[in-house]
């Protein structure tokens, strides 16, 4: 078993509108005041740990993230209400959505423990 568990994209890869990835609905969340900086958007961190509540206890136990590679699209605020996608082709590759707008996209690479 390789100790990388990831497939790399390009930067330039729109998740929105690649025929070739499909993606499935993996949860959908409420941004709280907790979470927002000072300029009343989400703050970065919140976006990282959105990412790692995608996965359980069991998996970390398993697995650490050694690179989370992000794309900023547009601002999340406070009652904002997200949906989480992953990739088909490779579920560590993650979309967060406000309604039909992209607002973040990540890759996140894993290797064992």
């Known amino acids: 078993m390789p100790k990388t568990k990831t497939l790399l ?30 300029n009343s958007h989400l703050n970065n961190c919140s976006y990282i740990k959105l990412l790692v509540d995608l996965k359980d206890k069991k998996f970390y136990e398993k697995y650490k993230i050694s690179r989370i590679n992000v794309s900023y699209k547009k601002e999340l ?29 990540a890759e996140v690479t894993y290797i064992s423990k």
């Open 77 to 105: 605020n406070e009652g904002d209400k997200v949906d989480i996608y992953c990739s088909n082709l490779n579920p560590n590759y993650i979309e967060i959505k406000k309604g039909d707008e992209v607002c973040f996209t």
């Open 9 to 38: 994209f390009s930067d330039s890869l729109n998740f929105e509108k690649a025929d070739a990835i499909r993606k499935y609905f993996k949860d959908k969340r409420k941004i709280y005041y907790s979470e927002i900086d000072l």
